[in-house]
Structure formats: C-alpha cells, structure tokens
C-alpha cells in the first residue's frame, strides 16, 4: 500500500498517526496518509525558517531561476508518474488532467521564473530641501515562510500556482495539501531533492484542517504570510489564524458564477463554451458556471442545445474510453451534491436533465459518480441559485435586456468569475465593466495567461496573484533613500 510521507527538511518523514487515502472512482483504500501533528508542523516550520537564512537565501535570483526551470523539467519528466497520482487521487479524465492539471504544473516555475527575473523596481532622483540631491530606489525582499493550505480541486495546479510565485520571490514554503489528494505535493517533494533545492525550502505536512496540519500551521507565528484556496467559510478560520501577529494572507475562495449569453452570440462557440464551464472536472472548478442566463429570444433553443450536450457527456472512470466526467472526490461530497440535486426537485424545478447517478458497472458502484444535470424554473433566492454546489449542474434563466443581466450576474455574495458570450463589442465591454468578479471571459472560459491577475472580489476573495502582482504578497518592499 503507498504511504504518503511529510517533506520536512529534505526527508520523508512518518508518524504514528495515518488516515486513509482512498480513490474517487471506486472508494478502494488506495494508500495510507501520514498526518503531521503539532511536534511536525513546528520541525517544518523551524526547517523553514533555517532554509531562509541558509544557502537558499544566499542564493543569487540567477541560480534560483535555473532551479525552478530545472524543477518544472523534472516534473515533466515525470510526466507520467504526475499523472497516475493524480487521476488515482481526482478520478478525473485522463485528457484533463495530461492537457491541463499537469502541464500547468511545471508552467507554474516557469512563468514566474522568468518575472522575477525580468521584473524591475522604481527608482526616483530628487531634489532636496537643501539643494542637493537624492536617489531613492525599492528593494524586493522575500516575506519569508509562507504557510500554502490548498484545496483538492485542481492538486497540482493550484500548490504549484502557489509555490511557484512564493520560490520564485525567494521565500520558503510549507504546503498543506487536501486530506483528499495528497500525492501530488509528496511527489514535489522528490522532483525537488533530485535538483537540488535546498533542504527546508520545499516542506509538506499532511493532515485536516481543524485540529490538524491545517490549524497547527496557520497558528503557527514562524509563518509569516498564508495563501490560501478554499471554501470561504474555511478562509474565515484562517484569517482569524493570521489576526495572530497581524500576518498577511492571500485568499482565493468560493464562487457562484454566471454564465451570460446573449442573442446574438455565435450560439454552437456559446453552447460548446458553457458546457465547459458548468460540466468540466465534474462541475468541481471554482470558476464554473453553475448559473446560466440565457436571452430570451434563444432560451428554448440554448437549454435544448445544452441539454443534448449533457446528455452526450460519458461519465465514468479515467480508464474507460471516451470519458468526460469522472466521479466527485469523495462520498461526502458526492451526498451534498446529491443533495443539491434532492433540494432543487423539492423546490419546483424542471429537471432538464440529470438530478441522478450514473449506471456503471459493478466495480464501480462505490465510485463518486453524479449526472451532470440542468434546472429551469427555479426563483433567484433558491438555495441552487445562491449556494456553491461545486458539482456538474446549472440552473438555466431567461433575461430581456443587458441591465437585467447585470443586475442578475451581480445578485450575489460572491464575485470570481463570469464568462459572457456575444459578438456585440459595446455589450461585451459594457459587461466586462460592470460585473463585480475578479476574472471576466467574453467568448471563452478558464483561458488564462500567467502574467495576469487572478482572484476574486466579494467574498470570492482577498488579494491577485499572478504576473508581477504576485509580487505585492510574495516580497516585502523596502525603499532606500541615498542622499548624495
Ligand atoms: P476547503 O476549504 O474545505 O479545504 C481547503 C484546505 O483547507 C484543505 O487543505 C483543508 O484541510 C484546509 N482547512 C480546512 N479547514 C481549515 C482550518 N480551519 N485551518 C486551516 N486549514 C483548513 O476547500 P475544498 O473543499 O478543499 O475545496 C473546494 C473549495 O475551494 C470550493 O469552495 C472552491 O470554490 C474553492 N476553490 C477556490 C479557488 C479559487 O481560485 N478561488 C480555486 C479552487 C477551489
Ligand atoms: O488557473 C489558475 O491559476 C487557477 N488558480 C485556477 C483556479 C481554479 C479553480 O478551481
């Protein structure tokens, strides 16, 4: 059985505590995690803290840039080991996961490699007061420990969206992975001592939240900033954690997206583009679309569109052909879906399709698996309408006029992403401008450049990482005065 070891201080380390590692597609025990308690969260921290100060801190950004190019070539020459551990983790599709979870993976190094290493500060000469001169100049230092507590979505994806801005800015890490997905941050782990990445830098603490690795890191004061990606709720416990000694934090967190399309968007670009966002990794990507609005003059045609859509997706697991959606992560999540999908047949809707589970053979019966489903019918205070489900499933409503969809898309707590579709350039940029997200697609979704911002607004979010915005969390700024 795989063991799933703590990375603290360049070592694999074991505890006498383990918990079950089990596979979405089937629920089989696939592995055995060892979870890190308060004596290991504090070893990783000191390791850190150490690495800091060591050869890594000495470390010119020239070498550290060829390490983190070296880091991304080592993950994909592992490729292949990448992707087994996470599909066994996920379930997900195999083409999902080789087109995007992991080649996103080693794109994470190398991007912000190449910022920081082309990044410049400002610099300002003066006049004094006294006739003289001054040149004042900024100075990036690294923030130090960074605390990285993530979600099991997109594993890989979103730990090295993470780590690879905090190396790249020079500080050390400490991740703490899903409970549910631990592979992929273990394996990080070994790509970082084959290069050679000094020890301390790179640490992993396996464990839940409350109670666990989650809460003995985000308390702990050697920490000095935390990012985090999850639930808003959990976001609020560990903004409370970082209250503690007033530490900075970086949060990317829950959504309840809307999907706009309008009438004269090209509609088969606008169908094949929503059945993306609402159906793609089985509905469990923070910036999918679980609320479609649709313009009435196309709203029969559109839920018709998308229904045979749906209906056309293979659910299953990652080793059969054709497969499109894999199972939820785990039985817990699957009964919230599930729920969901109770609640929104109690509350009146239509069922366009789905509102079940999948017939799969019998090995699979105990695998995570849910129909992706469509809803009309339902008023905007619905609980389907307001709440993150995070599964395969959207609530379909008709809408006249551009202010209606505004007001629609806005109607809600949330603000991370919204994708648009229609060929009109004033509607298009009059949405862009009025939507109160973070991230705004016109004709197309989840299509990302590095170099940009990326987070939420509202409760969606605090902060933007990516590009050189990565740097306002990633690095203390120091400005130098040097009167001449
Ligand atoms: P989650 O909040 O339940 O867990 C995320 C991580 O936080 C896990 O590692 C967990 O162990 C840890 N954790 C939980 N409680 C903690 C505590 N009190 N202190 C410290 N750590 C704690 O989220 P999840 O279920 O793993 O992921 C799904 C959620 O993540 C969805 O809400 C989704 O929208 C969100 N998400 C957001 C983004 C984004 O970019 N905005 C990206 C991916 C996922
Ligand atoms: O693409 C990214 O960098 C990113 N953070 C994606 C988040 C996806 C959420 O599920």
């Known amino acids: 059985m795989k063991q799933f070891l703590n990375f603290i201080n360049g070592e694999f380390v074991a505890t006498s505590k383990t918990f079950e590692n089990r596979a979405p597609a089937d629920n089989r025990v696939i592995g055995m995690v060892h979870e890190a308690g308060q004596a290991e969260v504090d070893a990783?921290?000191?390791?850190?803290?150490?690495?800091?100060?060591?050869?890594?801190?000495?470390?010119?950004?020239?070498?550290?840039?060829?390490?983190?190019?070296?880091?991304?070539?080592?993950?994909?020459?592992r490729f292949d080991d990448f992707l087994a551990a996470e599909i066994a983790d996920t379930g997900k599709p195999k083409s999902l996961a080789s087109h995007i979870d992991i080649p996103r993976g080693a794109a994470n190094f190398k991007v912000f490699a190449d910022i920081i290493k082309n990044v410049p500060t400002e610099s300002f000469q003066?006049?004094?007061?006294?006739?003289?001169?001054?040149?004042?100049?900024?100075?990036?230092?690294?923030v130090g420990v960074v605390g990285v507590v993530c979600p099991w979505n997109l594993p890989l994806l979103l730990m090295t969206w993470k780590v690879g801005q905090a190396l790249a800015c020079g500080n050390t890490v400490i991740v703490k992975p899903s409970e549910e997905t631990p592979a992929t941050a273990t394996l990080l782990g070994e790509v970082m001592d084959k290069v050679g990445v000094p020890k301390g830098v790179?640490?992993?603490?396996?464990?839940?939240?409350?109670?666990?690795?989650?809460?003995?890191?985000?308390?702990?004061?050697?920490?000095?900033?935390?990012?985090?990606?999850?639930?808003?709720?959990?976001?609020?416990?560990?903004?409370?954690?970082?209250?503690?000694?007033?530490?900075?934090?970086?949060?990317?967190?829950?959504?309840?997206?809307?999907?706009?399309?309008?009438?004269?968007?090209?509609?088969?670009?606008?169908?094949?583009?929503?059945?993306?966002?609402?159906?793609?990794?089985?509905?469990?990507?923070?910036?999918?679309?679980?609320?479609?609005?649709?313009?009435?003059?196309?709203?029969?045609?559109?839920?018709?569109?998308?229904?045979?859509?749906?209906?056309?997706l293979k659910v299953g697991p990652s080793e059969m052909d054709g497969v499109n959606l894999g199972p939820l992560i785990s039985a817990e999540h699957k009964q919230k879906v599930m729920g969901y999908y109770e609640k929104a047949k109690a509350e009146g809707a239509t069922v366009v399709t789905g509102g079940g589970s999948p017939e799969l053979p019998d090995q699979y019966k105990d695998g995570h698996?849910?129909?992706?489903?469509?809803?009309t019918g339902l008023p905007e205070t619905s609980p389907i309408i307001r709440e993150e489900i995070f599964g395969p499933c959207c609530h379909i409503a008709p809408f006249d006029t551009v202010e209606e969809a505004i007001e629609l898309a806005n109607d809600t707590d949330y603000g991370l992403a919204t994708t648009v579709w229609t060929q009109n350039l004033e509607t298009a940029h009059r949405?862009?401008?009025?939507?109160?997200?973070?991230?705004?697609?016109?004709?197309?979704?989840?299509?990302r450049d590095l170099r940009t911002a990326f987070g939420g607004s509202k409760s969606s979010g605090i902060g933007r990482e990516g590009g050189v915005h990565s740097l306002e969390f990633y690095t203390e700024l120091r400005n130098v005065m040097v009167k001449l």
Request: with cysteine; glycine share 10%.
């Open 44 to 77: 990783a921290v000191t390791a850190a803290r150490a690495a800091l100060k060591g050869e890594w801190g000495q470390m010119s950004v020239v070498k550290r840039v060829e390490m983190l190019y070296a880091v991304a070539d080592e993950i994909n020459n």
């Open 126 to 142: 003066m006049t004094t007061p006294d006739g003289g001169t001054a040149l004042s100049y900024a100075v990036r230092s690294p």
């Open 202 to 312: 790179y640490n992993v603490v396996h464990g839940f939240g409350p109670g666990s690795a989650g809460e003995f890191l985000t308390r702990n004061p050697g920490v000095n900033a935390i990012t985090f990606t999850g639930e808003t709720r959990t976001g609020e416990a560990i903004m409370a954690a970082a209250a503690k000694g007033v530490r900075p934090v970086s949060f990317e967190l829950g959504g309840k997206n809307a999907g706009i399309v309008f009438a004269d968007a090209d509609f088969d670009k606008a169908v094949a583009g929503i059945t993306r966002s609402a159906f793609e990794n089985c509905g469990q990507v923070c910036l999918g679309t679980e609320r479609v609005y649709v313009q009435r003059p196309i709203f029969d045609k559109f839920v018709a569109a998308l229904k045979a859509k749906a209906e056309a």
């Open 369 to 375: 698996y849910v129909q992706p489903t469509i809803w």
């Open 431 to 447: 949405m862009a401008a009025s939507i109160e997200v973070g991230l705004c697609w016109i004709n197309s979704w989840f299509l």
